[in-house]
C-alpha cells in the first residue's frame, strides 16, 4: 500500500471518528455531519486458562484493534475465562463488551438468543489466533470441527463478512477438506501466523480474497501485573537481566486425563517413541542450562507456559542438574496469569522456550529469544523466521546441542545489539498489525 493510500484511509477515519461542518456560503448555514454508527466487530477468542499463550491471544489482538481502529465497537466471545483472566481483560480493555454462552444452547436445542444476536448486529466476525482448522495433527475429533465451522456458516447464512486473524494450518485430513474449503473460501481475510501455512492452503485448494502473512494477535499484547511481577522476581532473587527465562514442553498428560483420551499432544501414556523424544529434547535443553549458569554464574528460571509442565520442570530439569547448578535454578511451582507473566518476562535477559508464546510476549517487551521447536507440533514455529529472527530458531529434534548453547552465549556477548535485532524483528510485526487492520477497516466498509 502507497504512503498516500495510507494518508488517505487514515484521514478517513477521522472523518468517521469525528464531526465536520459542511462547507457553505455563509458560516450561519453550517450544519454538522451527522456522525456514522461505529462498525461492530465480534471477536471470538481466549481458548483456554491453562496456557498463557491461549490468554494472550486475547489482549494482544484486542489491543491491536484499540491501536489501529480505535472507534469500532468490540465485543468479545470468550471460549474459557476465569475470574482472574476476566478480571485482567476488563481492567485493560473497559469499553470491550464481553457475551458468554455457546453458540448452541444443548442438544436439539435453538441457538442462544444472545450469541445469535450478536452475530445478527455485528458487521464483521473475527476468529482470533490459533491452529484449530487442523483435523487429523492431534486427534480426529469430528464433533469440534463441526461446531467449528457452524460460526462460519451462520456468518455466511446471514451476509456477514468474517475472517480468521493469525492462524496456522497444519493438516486437513480426509474428509476436512471438502468443509474447510467450503469455509475458507468464502472468508473476507485469512492472515496465517506462519508462511508455512499460507503454502499449505494454497496447496489444498483454498482461494480467500486475501490470504497473507498476519503475525498471531499475541504479538499485540501489553498487559503487565507490575505488583505481582515485581513481588515474584524479589521473592527469588532474580534481578533484572540477570536471569534465563526457560520454558519446556513435554509428553506428559494433563491432570486427571481420562486414560481414554485420543491426544498425540498430551497423551495420558506417553508412548516409547515420545519418550525417546522427550530424552533426546531434554538432554539439549538441559545442557543449555547448564553452560548457561557455569559460563554466566546467572540464574535461570524455569516458568510455565502451560499448566501441566510445572511438574516436568522439577522432574526432568531441575533433579537432573549437577548440584552447583541447582543453586541458580529457581522453578516455578504456581501458575499464573498472562500480566504476571510478561513483567516476570520483560525484566529476564533472554526467554528459551519450546513452546511460541513467552517467547511472543518476550518480544513485545523487547526481550531476546531462541526457540527450540519441535516441529511434531505444527508450522506455528516458523513464524519466528517469518518476522527475521530465523537465526534464533531450532529444530530441537535436528539441531546440535552446541549449535544452541553458542547462539544463546552469543546472545549474552553483545546483549545491546542482539536487543536492537529484537526491536527489529517487532518493528516488523508492528508495520503488519497496522496493514491487517487498515484491510479490516476495508471489510467493514
Known sequence: MT?????????????????????????????????????????????????IGDIGHTPGTLRILEEHYPEAEV????????????????????????????????EGEPYNPVILKEFQDTDLFIYNSGMHFNFGLFNYDWNSKIGLVTQFLLCQELGKPYGLYGHSF?????????????VLNKAAFIYCRDSASL????????????????????FGIDTLDEPKGLAYLKANGLKEKEFLTVIIRSHTPKPNTSPDTKDKLNPPQATPEQKAQDQVRFEKMNALITAWVRQTRKKVL????VFKEMAAAKTMVFDQQPADVQKYIVVRDTFWNADEALSVYKRAHTVVGMEPHSLIMALAVGVPVIHTCPFTYGKKGWMF????????????????????INTLLAIHKDYKATRQKAFQGMAFVKQRQQDTVQTIRKVVV
Open 302 to 305: 524455569i516458568a510455565p507456559e
Open 170 to 182: 497444519d493438516k486437513f485430513a480426509e474428509p476436512s477438506p471438502i468443509i474447510f474449503r467450503q
Open 75 to 106: 465485543t468479545l466471545w470468550p471460549s474459557v475465562v476465569n475470574a482472574e483472566v476476566e478480571a485482567m481483560l476488563r481492567k485493560r480493555f473497559p469499553k470491550v463488551r464481553i457475551v458468554k454462552g455457546n453458540l448452541q444452547q444443548g
Open 199 to 218: 503454502v499449505y492452503l494454497k496447496e489444498h485448494g483454498v482461494k480467500a480474497p486475501i490470504m497473507e502473512f498476519g503475525p498471531d494477535g499475541c
Open 385 to 404: 523466521k517469518d518476522i527475521g529472527l530465523g537465526d534464533w530458531l531450532f529444530d530441537i529434534d535436528k539441531a546440535p546441542k552446541e549449535d544452541i
Open 3 to 51: 504512503s498516500n493510500r495510507r494518508e488517505f484511509i487514515k484521514n478517513s477515519s477521522k472523518l468517521v471518528a469525528g464531526s465536520l461542518l459542511l462547507p457553505t456560503v455563509g458560516a450561519a448555514f453550517a450544519q454538522p455531519i451527522k456522525q456514522l454508527a461505529p462498525k461492530k466487530i465480534f471477536l471470538k477468542s481466549a481458548w483456554a486458562t491453562s496456557n
